[in-house]
């Protein structure tokens, strides 16, 4: 039966509203003659903007102006809760210096111009850069924050057109080694668990990951379990105290860049206690060992041009490392965990030996469902794919993955760091579906596809992120354009990448408000934010979401996507976007859908993502699937096998275990630099802050950046809270407000900085060394010291 | 009988229906001063605290270093020298003490100012909603019921401002009589095609 809208009228309740105050009346009278009323309001479905938890919110519209969210209470993923940010969405949007026109910098100052002179700029200086240096020097900077749609047609435009592998995102920064993670493991990205892990889960150790303030409402969800469940237990392995320490059963504070050792440690006690499920082992893993010498894989770039750095580091060798496995054996790993008994590990971790018995214990009861959780702490490492891998080696030792409520679960920092950055492929040497340039049937099919001749797309990867960045300080590359980001706040050790515009190289910057990298930029586009938009997001569960356009983006605002397939069609590729202006978004999407078909990477098709609150992949006939590689929930595994990780046909389709070493950080403490720094986010802000800056509430919540610091190491400096302190690495120095027992508290010779204040970057002081198996950076771990101003 | 075919309310006839509201209004407002002294509405206070109607409130009261639950327990509590913590209106307050976190959604106020101007006009409290069918009548809720399960928290004790405090708290089972307006229609039933009076 169809229910019909109507409005109740005013006649009805004017009873009710006699039963307040006179002053509620005049107030009841000013709001129906003005201002806007729910009643008024029309709602629709839209992912939040912010992480990668995906949380499901409505949209509240009224004469073209976002004014209330609510949580959506049919979304699985957040079942109506949102945290801080996700309440305060609307005020994201309005801030008064939104960017609203293209602007091209002209002597001292900006002068506005057309779309048709911007586009037509960007075309002829990345035509100029093609012709006269080749496609290795242009390339496009996205983010883990572009739709599905941005990142596929910049991934398409650039592979495709451009025939450049220099497309990469800033999910280099975030998730990379969740991507080396899991493909060296299962030869296919992303996570086999899904969200019901924290309802199902009995343990939940978190790896380096303050979840209370980074995935809020994941966290509430484990609450909610623990408080039905009172054997709930939550462990929080840490280098400081944070919101979620404060829920944690048992803390673990370890010293930064211990946790590989640790994780063997636990290993360790597995073996000797005789917890391994050795018939899980049998049937479904293989066991393999890549480079493990120090001098051979060191700490990527750090030092190669000496900028205040040690250049004993040595360059390019090590730059170009490729780590090589090999098989190894359950006989080889016991031998190679002999070194790190309880004993040595607790020497190397600073934890105290019980707790690593504990730790065993909990990972070795096969009563119990561990769930183990990670992000940047890991990610953001040295040897971040190491560690992933480890924290994954736990679960195939003892038989917990492909469980509800057992699973190792990565999560991503950004709204689609999984659907853009990792399935559309939008990292230097990915393509689409789990592919990478560098394998020919891979190009081939990418080829044919989009529809290009063979051997358009070239078989070498492209610029990471840290190398593209300095490939464009070094004028390697000419032109860039950088969309949904804002790197010259986020790369570490920005005093590598300072630039002046006019130094005969182009810099694009699509932003929606100004920010530091648009104040380096040579064009600043506008662009058209979040429900500004239709859009696709996929989230850390594999659940692809959709939403409509809800408002109009303000002045000449665009969609990225739509930008760049302007200057594409500019440049002669109209073949490559040949969709109408008005009708674009789906058969572009079932275009990218075609190359996930049948590989079990499978996302939902259009019509199913808008009408539903998104499906986890793969979906085949139209149904999603909860848990990967697991018979009953995934369509692939046949009935009778139990867990199947049939994606890994290298490894005769079972999941690799890692040996994996534990190596000290590329940088500690010492005389002259006697603390750790630490840098990360704060519950109220996002990122940079570009956007949550601007939401009254949550700039009033959290004003500046802050240095955190310990209350013994704050009295030996003499310094207290709200006072001016300098920080000072081999990089650089910062004056920031200490911050003494705020709602992070570092141990004794460890400090934190907050990045989202722009006025005030850590990443002037962090270290570029970074995973030289992922490329990614780790902002978790430099020397510094502490001055008094 | 009402109808359930009922016009689109106009912006005039809502403004001249409001004004009727005041009829009647003289000396008796209720006096709220806030912490200031100034006098104002339950209504100002609360838009003040929140970013839109349905936005979780801003914290009105600067930390004090303590748990939340140790004084918004289950049936709020005075606090000497601040005034009186009114309970958590959310859903299983009394055992949600150690396993919740209200500062994933309520944040202090630290500082005034803001860091760039907005233009941002937020949705407004409606209070057309919530009236009663008929005097007497038990009015429904003005508001969605999702975390705001225990209405005893906003509408009954030292913590409730008089405007919406409940006359009769002894009754404890709130929403047998009072029920959330979930969506603003009304039934239209596809039946009777060409049976009722004037057809359709």
């Given at each position: 039966?169809?229910?019909?809208?109507?409005?109740e009228?005013?006649?009805?309740?004017a009873?009710?509203?006699a039963a307040?105050?006179?002053?509620?009346?005049?107030?009841?009278?000013?709001?129906?003659?003005?201002?806007?009323?729910?009643?008024?309001?029309?709602?629709s479905?839209?992912?939040?903007?912010?992480?990668?938890?995906?949380?499901?919110?409505?949209?509240?519209?009224?004469?073209?102006?976002?004014?209330?969210?609510?949580?959506?209470?049919?979304?699985?993923?957040?079942?109506?809760?949102?945290?801080?940010?996700?309440?305060?969405?609307?005020?994201?949007?309005?801030?008064?210096?939104?960017?609203?026109?293209?602007?091209?910098?002209?002597?001292?100052?900006?002068?506005?111009?057309?779309?048709?002179?911007?586009?037509?700029?960007?075309?002829?200086?990345?035509?100029?850069?093609?012709?006269?240096?080749?496609?290795?020097?242009?390339?496009?900077?996205?983010?883990?924050?572009?739709?599905?749609?941005?990142?596929?047609?910049?991934?398409?435009?650039?592979?495709?057109?451009?025939?450049?592998?220099?497309?990469e995102?800033?999910?280099?920064?975030?998730?990379?080694?969740?991507?080396?993670?899991?493909?060296?493991?299962?030869?296919?990205?992303?996570?086999?668990?899904c969200?019901?892990?924290?309802?199902?889960?009995?343990?939940?150790?978190?790896?380096?990951?303050?979840?209370?303030?980074?995935?809020?409402?994941?966290?509430?969800?484990?609450?909610?379990?623990?408080?039905?469940?009172?054997?709930?237990?939550?462990?929080?392995?840490?280098?400081?105290?944070?919101?979620?320490?404060?829920?944690?059963?048992?803390?673990?504070?370890?010293?930064?860049?211990?946790?590989?050792?640790?994780?063997?440690?636990?290993?360790?006690?597995?073996?000797?206690?005789?917890?391994?499920?050795?018939?899980?082992?049998?049937?479904?893993?293989?066991f393999?060992?890549?480079?493990?010498?120090?001098?051979?894989?060191?700490?990527?770039?750090?030092?190669?041009?000496?900028?205040?750095?040690?250049?004993?580091?040595?360059?390019?060798?090590?730059?170009?490392?490729?780590?090589?496995?090999?098989?190894?054996?359950?006989?080889?790993?016991?031998?190679?965990?002999?070194?790190?008994?309880?004993?040595?590990?607790?020497?190397i971790?600073?934890?105290?030996?019980?707790?690593?018995?504990?730790?065993?214990?909990?990972?070795?009861?096969?009563?119990?469902?561990?769930?183990?959780?990670?992000?940047?702490?890991?990610?953001?490492?040295?040897?971040?794919?190491?560690?992933?891998?480890?924290?994954?080696?736990?679960?195939?030792?003892?038989g917990?993955?492909?469980?509800?409520?057992?699973?190792?679960?990565s999560?991503?920092?950004?709204?689609?760091?999984?659907?853009?950055?990792?399935?559309?492929?939008?990292?230097?040497?990915r393509?689409?579906?789990?592919?990478?340039?560098?394998?020919a049937?891979?190009?081939a099919?990418?080829?044919?596809?989009?529809?290009?001749?063979?051997?358009?797309?070239?078989?070498?990867?492209?610029?990471?992120?840290?190398?593209?960045?300095?490939?464009f300080?070094?004028?390697?590359v000419?032109?860039?354009?950088t969309?949904?980001?804002?790197?010259?706040?986020?790369?570490?050790?920005?005093?590598?990448?300072?630039?002046?515009?006019?130094?005969?190289?182009?810099?694009?910057?699509?932003?929606?408000?100004?920010?530091?990298?648009?104040?380096?930029?040579?064009?600043?586009?506008?662009?058209?934010?979040?429900?500004?938009?239709?859009?696709?997001?996929?989230?850390?569960?594999?659940?692809?979401?959709?939403?409509?356009?809800?408002?109009?983006?303000?002045?000449?605002?665009?969609?990225?996507?739509w930008?760049?397939?302007?200057?594409?069609?500019?440049?002669?590729?109209?073949?490559?976007?040949?969709?109408?202006?008005d009708d674009?978004?789906?058969?572009?999407?079932?275009?990218?859908?075609?190359?996930?078909?049948?590989?079990?990477?499978?996302?939902?098709?259009?019509?199913?993502?808008?009408?539903t609150?998104?499906?986890?992949?793969?979906?085949?006939?139209?149904?999603?699937?909860?848990?990967?590689?697991?018979a009953?929930?995934?369509?692939?595994?046949?009935?009778?096998?139990?867990?199947?990780?049939?994606?890994?046909?290298?490894?005769?389709?079972?999941?690799?275990?890692?040996?994996?070493?534990?190596?000290?950080?590329?940088?500690?403490?010492?005389?002259?630099?006697?603390?750790?720094?630490?840098?990360?986010?704060?519950?109220?802000?996002?990122?940079?802050?570009?956007?949550?800056?601007?939401?009254?509430?949550?700039?009033?919540?959290?004003?500046?950046?802050?240095?955190?610091?310990?209350?013994?190491?704050?009295?030996?400096?003499s310094?207290?809270?709200?006072?001016?302190?300098?920080?000072?690495?081999?990089?650089?120095?910062?004056?920031?407000?200490?911050?003494?027992?705020?709602?992070?508290?570092?141990?004794?010779?460890?400090v934190?900085?907050?990045?989202?204040?722009?006025?005030?970057?850590?990443?002037?002081l962090?270290?570029?060394?970074?995973?030289?198996?992922?490329k990614?950076?780790?902002?978790?771990k430099?020397?510094?010291r502490?001055?008094?101003? | 009988?009402?109808?359930?075919?009922?016009?689109?309310?106009?912006?005039?006839?809502?403004?001249?229906?409001?004004?009727?509201?005041?009829?009647?209004?003289?000396?008796?407002?209720?006096?709220?001063p806030?912490?200031?002294?100034?006098?104002?509405?339950?209504?100002?206070?609360r838009?003040?605290?929140?970013?839109?109607?349905?936005?979780?409130?801003?914290?009105?009261?600067?930390?004090?270093?303590?748990?939340?639950?140790?004084?918004?327990?289950?049936?709020?509590?005075?606090?000497?020298?601040?005034?009186?913590?009114?309970?958590?209106?959310?859903?299983?307050?009394?055992?949600?003490?150690?396993?919740?976190?209200?500062?994933?959604?309520?944040?202090?106020?630290t500082?005034?100012?803001?860091?760039?101007?907005?233009?941002y006009?937020?949705?407004?409290?409606?209070?057309?909603?919530?009236?009663?069918?008929?005097?007497?009548?038990?009015?429904?809720?003005?508001?969605?019921?999702?975390?705001?399960?225990?209405?005893?928290a906003?509408?009954d004790?030292?913590?409730?401002?008089?405007?919406?405090?409940?006359?009769?708290?002894?009754?404890?089972?709130?929403?047998?009589?009072?029920?959330?307006?979930t969506?603003?229609?009304?039934?239209?039933?596809?039946?009777?095609?060409?049976?009722?009076e004037?057809g359709?």
């Open positions: 039966m169809k229910r019909r809208k109507f409005l009228t005013l006649g009805a309740s009873a009710g509203v307040f105050s006179c002053s509620d009346r005049e107030e009841a009278a000013r709001l129906a003659g003005q201002g806007v009323s729910d009643a008024d309001l029309t709602w479905k839209a992912p939040c903007r912010y992480c990668g938890t995906g949380c499901g919110v409505e949209v509240g519209v009224k004469d073209g102006m976002v004014r209330a969210v609510r949580g959506d209470v049919k979304s699985p993923v957040n079942r109506g809760l949102l945290c801080v940010k996700g309440y305060h969405l609307p005020g994201m949007l309005y801030g008064e210096d939104r960017l609203q026109y293209p602007m091209l910098r002209e002597g001292g100052g900006w002068k506005r111009i057309s779309w048709d002179e911007a586009l037509d700029l960007v075309a002829s200086k990345y035509q100029e850069a093609l012709d006269q240096h080749g496609p290795e020097s242009v390339a496009i900077y996205g983010s883990g924050q572009w739709t599905v749609f941005d990142g596929y047609a910049a991934t398409k435009w650039f592979r495709g057109g451009l025939r450049s592998n220099n497309v995102p800033n999910a280099r920064l975030c998730m990379a080694s969740a991507v080396t993670g899991f493909m060296t493991q299962f030869q296919s990205d992303e996570p086999m668990g969200y019901e892990d924290f309802e199902e889960g009995d343990d939940f150790v978190m790896w380096g990951n303050n979840m209370a303030e980074m995935h809020p409402v994941l966290f509430s969800r484990i609450l909610a379990n623990k408080r039905q469940n009172p054997g709930v237990r939550i462990i929080d392995i840490a280098t400081r105290r944070t919101p979620t320490t404060d829920y944690a059963d048992m803390y673990v504070e370890m010293v930064p860049g211990s946790d590989l050792a640790l994780a063997n440690g636990i290993l360790h006690l597995l073996l000797r206690n005789g917890k391994v499920d050795s018939a899980f082992v049998r049937e479904n893993v293989v393999k060992r890549g480079i493990e010498d120090l001098d051979r894989i060191g700490y990527g770039s750090w030092g190669e041009d000496g900028l205040g750095l040690d250049p004993s580091d040595g360059p390019a060798e090590r730059y170009g490392f490729r780590d090589q496995g090999r098989n190894s054996s359950m006989r080889e790993l016991e031998r190679f965990l002999r070194d790190y008994t309880p004993e040595r590990v607790s020497e971790c600073g934890v105290p030996v019980q707790q690593i018995y504990q730790l065993a214990e909990l990972y070795g009861d096969r009563s119990r469902g561990t769930v183990s959780l990670w992000c940047m702490g890991v990610n953001q490492h040295t040897r971040g794919t190491w560690m992933n891998n480890l924290i994954t080696d736990l679960h195939l030792l003892t917990k993955i492909s469980r509800p409520g057992a699973n190792p679960f999560l991503t920092g950004q709204p689609s760091a999984c659907g853009t950055v990792r399935e559309v492929g939008t990292l230097a040497h393509l689409p579906a789990d592919m990478v340039v560098m394998n049937e891979h190009r099919k990418a080829e044919e596809i989009w529809g290009v001749p063979p051997g358009t797309i070239p078989p070498r990867p492209g610029y990471h992120t840290m190398d593209m960045f300095r490939a300080m070094r004028g390697d000419r032109v860039m354009w969309q949904t980001t804002n790197p010259w706040v986020s790369i570490p050790n920005l005093n590598r990448i300072q630039r002046e515009p006019g130094d005969g190289k182009f810099l694009v910057v699509s932003d929606i408000y100004p920010t530091p990298s648009t104040e380096v930029a040579d064009l600043v586009l506008p662009s058209a934010a979040w429900v500004e938009r239709e859009g696709v997001f996929g989230n850390s569960e594999r659940r692809t979401q959709h939403w409509h356009k809800a408002v109009d983006p303000p002045g000449e605002a665009t969609e990225d996507a930008q760049i397939m302007e200057v594409a069609k500019r440049m002669g590729m109209e073949h490559l976007f040949p969709w109408p202006d674009w978004h789906e058969p572009m999407y079932e275009e990218y859908r075609s190359f996930t078909l049948g590989l079990g990477k499978d996302v939902a098709s259009y019509q199913q993502l808008k009408d609150r998104g499906l986890l992949w793969p979906v085949v006939d139209g149904v999603e699937t909860r848990y990967r590689y697991a009953g929930h995934d369509p692939y595994v046949q009935k009778d096998r139990g867990v199947h990780f049939y994606k890994a046909k290298g490894y005769g389709e079972k999941a690799a275990f890692w040996l994996r070493p534990w190596h000290p950080p590329a940088e500690s403490p010492d005389e002259e630099y006697p603390y750790w720094l630490c840098t990360g986010r704060v519950l109220e802000h996002w990122h940079t802050g570009s956007m949550t800056r601007r939401v009254r509430q949550l700039h009033q919540a959290v004003t500046e950046g802050y240095v955190e610091l310990n209350r013994a190491d704050a009295q030996r400096l310094v207290t809270s709200g006072q001016m302190v300098r920080v000072v690495s081999r990089r650089g120095s910062l004056e920031l407000p200490a911050k003494v027992d705020g709602r992070g508290k570092p141990p004794q010779g460890s934190f900085i907050p990045f989202f204040d722009e006025s005030r970057l850590p990443n002037l962090t270290l570029d060394a970074m995973d030289n198996i992922s990614e950076p780790d902002f978790k430099c020397a510094v502490i001055e008094r101003v | 009988m009402r109808s359930p075919h009922r016009a689109r309310l106009t912006r005039g006839a809502a403004a001249a229906a409001g004004l009727a509201l005041l009829a009647g209004c003289g000396g008796d407002t209720v006096p709220v806030d912490q200031d002294g100034a006098v104002k509405s339950a209504t100002h206070v838009a003040e605290r929140r970013a839109y109607d349905g936005a979780p409130p801003t914290i009105p009261h600067e930390s004090f270093g303590a748990r939340c639950a140790a004084c918004h327990n289950a049936r709020g509590q005075s606090v000497s020298g601040v005034g009186f913590a009114p309970a958590s209106p959310h859903d299983d307050t009394e055992r949600a003490g150690g396993t919740t976190r209200c500062r994933q959604c309520h944040v202090f106020v500082t005034g100012g803001q860091f760039v101007a907005s233009e006009e937020p949705l407004e409290q409606d209070l057309r909603y919530g009236g009663r069918a008929t005097p007497g009548a038990p009015p429904t809720m003005p508001h969605r019921t999702l975390m705001r399960e225990n209405c005893v906003c509408h004790g030292p913590g409730a401002r008089e405007e919406v405090r409940t006359t009769h708290p002894e009754r404890w089972r709130c929403r047998q009589c009072h029920v959330p307006v969506e603003r229609e009304t039934f239209g039933s596809e039946l009777g095609e060409g049976l009722t004037g359709r």
